[in-house]
Protein backbone atom coordinates (compact mmCIF):
# COMPACT_ATOMS: atom_id res chain seq x y z
CA UNK A 1 0.00 0.00 0.00
CA UNK A 2 1.29 3.22 -1.21
CA UNK A 3 1.67 5.71 1.82
CA UNK A 4 -0.11 8.76 2.10
CA UNK A 5 1.55 12.14 1.46
CA UNK A 6 1.80 13.38 4.97
CA UNK A 7 2.81 10.17 5.68
CA UNK A 8 5.81 10.64 2.84
CA UNK A 9 6.58 14.02 4.18
CA UNK A 10 7.66 12.98 7.40
CA UNK A 11 9.58 9.94 6.75
CA UNK A 12 11.50 12.15 4.27
CA UNK A 13 12.02 15.58 6.99
CA UNK A 14 12.90 12.70 9.58
CA UNK A 15 15.50 11.86 6.79
CA UNK A 16 16.47 14.73 6.16
CA UNK A 17 17.03 15.77 9.96
CA UNK A 18 19.44 13.20 10.14
CA UNK A 19 20.86 14.12 6.95
CA UNK A 20 21.75 17.72 8.37
CA UNK A 21 23.21 16.18 11.83
CA UNK A 22 25.52 14.15 9.98
CA UNK A 23 26.52 17.13 7.72
CA UNK A 24 27.27 19.19 10.88
CA UNK A 25 29.08 16.36 12.41
CA UNK A 26 31.51 16.51 9.39
CA UNK A 27 31.88 20.21 9.71
CA UNK A 28 32.56 20.02 13.29
CA UNK A 29 35.25 16.95 12.89
CA UNK A 30 36.90 18.70 10.11
CA UNK A 31 37.59 21.86 12.29
CA UNK A 32 38.88 18.74 14.69
CA UNK A 33 40.95 17.66 12.59
CA UNK A 34 42.79 20.87 10.72
CA UNK A 35 43.20 22.38 14.42
CA UNK A 36 44.80 19.13 16.00
CA UNK A 37 47.15 17.91 13.14
CA UNK A 38 47.82 21.75 12.89
CA UNK A 39 48.73 21.35 16.75
CA UNK A 40 50.67 17.71 16.02
CA UNK A 41 52.80 19.18 13.46
CA UNK A 42 54.08 22.07 14.89
CA UNK A 43 54.81 20.61 17.90
CA UNK A 44 57.03 17.84 15.56
CA UNK A 45 58.66 20.06 13.90
CA UNK A 46 59.74 22.32 16.99
CA UNK A 47 60.95 19.11 18.61
CA UNK A 48 63.37 18.79 15.51
CA UNK A 49 65.49 21.30 16.54
CA UNK A 50 65.65 20.44 20.67
CA UNK A 51 68.68 18.89 22.08
CA UNK A 52 66.61 16.09 23.69
CA UNK A 53 64.50 14.47 20.61
CA UNK A 54 65.21 16.00 17.36
CA UNK A 55 64.50 12.69 15.41
CA UNK A 56 60.86 13.35 16.29
CA UNK A 57 61.26 15.44 13.05
CA UNK A 58 61.13 11.84 10.88
CA UNK A 59 57.27 12.29 11.69
CA UNK A 60 56.63 15.14 10.97
CA UNK A 61 55.91 14.42 7.01
CA UNK A 62 53.52 11.14 7.18
CA UNK A 63 51.47 13.40 9.96
CA UNK A 64 51.29 15.86 7.02
CA UNK A 65 50.43 13.32 4.86
CA UNK A 66 47.61 11.72 7.18
CA UNK A 67 46.36 14.80 8.00
CA UNK A 68 45.95 15.62 4.39
CA UNK A 69 44.03 12.17 3.20
CA UNK A 70 41.74 12.35 6.52
CA UNK A 71 40.70 16.03 5.44
CA UNK A 72 40.08 14.49 2.44
CA UNK A 73 38.30 11.86 3.89
CA UNK A 74 35.59 14.57 6.07
CA UNK A 75 35.56 16.48 2.47
CA UNK A 76 33.84 13.73 0.52
CA UNK A 77 31.66 12.38 2.94
CA UNK A 78 30.33 16.23 3.91
CA UNK A 79 30.17 16.63 0.45
CA UNK A 80 28.12 13.08 -0.21
CA UNK A 81 25.68 13.86 2.76
CA UNK A 82 24.88 17.36 1.17
CA UNK A 83 24.00 15.58 -2.35
CA UNK A 84 21.85 13.54 -0.04
CA UNK A 85 20.00 16.77 1.56
CA UNK A 86 19.69 18.65 -1.60
CA UNK A 87 17.75 15.57 -3.12
CA UNK A 88 16.09 15.20 0.18
CA UNK A 89 14.81 18.95 -0.40
CA UNK A 90 13.93 18.95 -4.08
CA UNK A 91 11.54 16.22 -2.93
CA UNK A 92 10.01 17.36 -0.02
CA UNK A 93 9.11 20.21 -2.18
CA UNK A 94 7.70 18.14 -4.79
CA UNK A 95 5.39 16.85 -2.82
CA UNK A 96 4.64 20.29 -0.16
CA UNK A 97 3.81 21.05 -3.55
CA UNK A 98 6.08 24.50 -2.94
CA UNK A 99 9.83 25.55 -2.50
CA UNK A 100 9.27 25.59 0.83
CA UNK A 101 13.25 24.21 1.24
CA UNK A 102 16.21 25.70 -0.03
CA UNK A 103 18.96 25.09 2.69
CA UNK A 104 20.90 23.08 -0.08
CA UNK A 105 20.24 25.49 -2.33
CA UNK A 106 21.69 28.37 -0.64
CA UNK A 107 24.89 26.24 0.07
CA UNK A 108 25.12 25.75 -3.51
CA UNK A 109 25.48 29.40 -3.66
CA UNK A 110 28.20 29.61 -0.92
CA UNK A 111 30.16 26.56 -0.92
CA UNK A 112 29.79 25.56 -4.71
CA UNK A 113 27.07 22.75 -5.52
CA UNK A 114 27.64 19.57 -5.10
CA UNK A 115 27.80 16.19 -7.91
CA UNK A 116 30.37 17.84 -9.84
CA UNK A 117 34.00 17.33 -10.34
CA UNK A 118 36.13 18.90 -7.19
CA UNK A 119 39.31 18.52 -5.66
CA UNK A 120 39.37 18.78 -1.39
CA UNK A 121 35.84 20.18 -2.43
CA UNK A 122 37.34 23.32 -4.12
CA UNK A 123 35.81 23.73 -7.62
CA UNK A 124 35.96 26.78 -10.37
CA UNK A 125 32.44 27.85 -8.66
CA UNK A 126 33.67 27.99 -4.84
CA UNK A 127 37.32 28.65 -5.53
CA UNK A 128 36.23 32.07 -3.60
CA UNK A 129 34.49 31.09 -0.63
CA UNK A 130 35.88 31.06 2.96
CA UNK A 131 35.44 27.00 3.07
CA UNK A 132 37.72 27.00 -0.09
CA UNK A 133 40.23 29.12 1.27
CA UNK A 134 40.34 28.04 4.49
CA UNK A 135 41.10 24.69 2.77
CA UNK A 136 44.17 25.69 0.63
CA UNK A 137 45.20 27.50 3.93
CA UNK A 138 45.18 24.36 5.35
CA UNK A 139 47.46 22.32 2.11
CA UNK A 140 49.81 24.96 2.17
CA UNK A 141 50.35 24.81 5.29
CA UNK A 142 50.97 21.12 5.51
CA UNK A 143 52.58 21.13 2.24
CA UNK A 144 55.21 23.26 3.85
CA UNK A 145 55.39 21.67 7.46
CA UNK A 146 56.01 18.44 4.85
CA UNK A 147 58.84 19.70 3.13
CA UNK A 148 60.32 21.48 6.27
CA UNK A 149 59.92 17.99 8.06
CA UNK A 150 61.66 16.20 5.14
CA UNK A 151 64.77 18.82 4.78
CA UNK A 152 65.30 18.60 8.56
CA UNK A 153 65.00 14.58 8.57
CA UNK A 154 67.65 14.64 5.57
CA UNK A 155 69.78 16.93 7.79
CA UNK A 156 69.82 14.97 10.87
CA UNK A 157 70.38 11.18 8.99
CA UNK A 158 72.90 12.75 7.30
CA UNK A 159 74.60 14.24 10.30
CA UNK A 160 74.38 10.29 12.35
CA UNK A 161 74.76 8.23 8.84
CA UNK A 162 77.42 6.46 10.62
CA UNK A 163 75.78 5.60 13.64
CA UNK A 164 73.31 2.47 14.53
CA UNK A 165 70.47 2.11 14.21
CA UNK A 166 70.42 5.38 12.69
CA UNK A 167 72.38 4.86 9.67
CA UNK A 168 69.76 1.64 8.88
CA UNK A 169 67.60 4.42 9.13
CA UNK A 170 69.22 6.63 6.68
CA UNK A 171 69.08 4.15 4.45
CA UNK A 172 65.29 3.45 3.86
CA UNK A 173 63.69 6.38 5.29
CA UNK A 174 63.60 8.84 1.90
CA UNK A 175 62.67 5.84 -0.11
CA UNK A 176 59.76 4.77 2.01
CA UNK A 177 58.79 8.54 2.46
CA UNK A 178 58.68 9.12 -0.81
CA UNK A 179 56.35 5.70 -2.00
CA UNK A 180 54.12 6.57 0.71
CA UNK A 181 53.71 10.19 -1.01
CA UNK A 182 53.48 9.63 -4.17
CA UNK A 183 50.75 6.24 -3.09
CA UNK A 184 48.80 8.81 -1.17
CA UNK A 185 48.63 11.64 -3.53
CA UNK A 186 48.06 9.82 -6.50
CA UNK A 187 45.06 8.24 -5.19
CA UNK A 188 43.99 11.37 -4.02
CA UNK A 189 44.44 13.09 -7.50
CA UNK A 190 42.70 9.86 -8.72
CA UNK A 191 39.76 10.03 -6.91
CA UNK A 192 38.72 13.95 -7.01
CA UNK A 193 39.84 14.20 -10.71
CA UNK A 194 39.32 10.73 -12.65
CA UNK A 195 37.30 8.44 -10.48
CA UNK A 196 34.88 11.47 -9.11
CA UNK A 197 32.23 8.95 -7.39
CA UNK A 198 30.30 12.50 -6.50
CA UNK A 199 28.61 13.05 -9.35
CA UNK A 200 27.65 9.13 -9.58
CA UNK A 201 26.11 9.51 -6.60
CA UNK A 202 24.43 12.34 -7.07
CA UNK A 203 22.62 11.58 -9.98
CA UNK A 204 21.68 8.01 -8.11
CA UNK A 205 20.00 10.19 -5.31
CA UNK A 206 17.97 12.16 -7.71
CA UNK A 207 16.69 9.91 -9.76
CA UNK A 208 16.29 8.08 -6.80
CA UNK A 209 13.80 10.82 -5.32
CA UNK A 210 12.40 11.43 -8.37
CA UNK A 211 10.32 8.34 -8.61
CA UNK A 212 6.94 8.61 -8.73
CA UNK A 213 6.31 11.97 -9.13
Not at 116 to 125: D, K, V
Not at 167 to 189: E, H, K
Amino acid sequence: MEPDRETRLQILLEELDATREHIAGYGAARARLMNGSALVMITLFLLGYTAWLPMAILLLPFAALYAVVHLAVLTACSRFARAHAAGLEERINIEAGGPLLFDQALASRTLGPTGRSSFFGITAENITSILSWSTLHFLAISAALYLAGFLRARYLLADEVDTLPVGTLADVYVPVLALWTLINLGYLIWYFLVANPEKSLAEAIRKHYQKGE
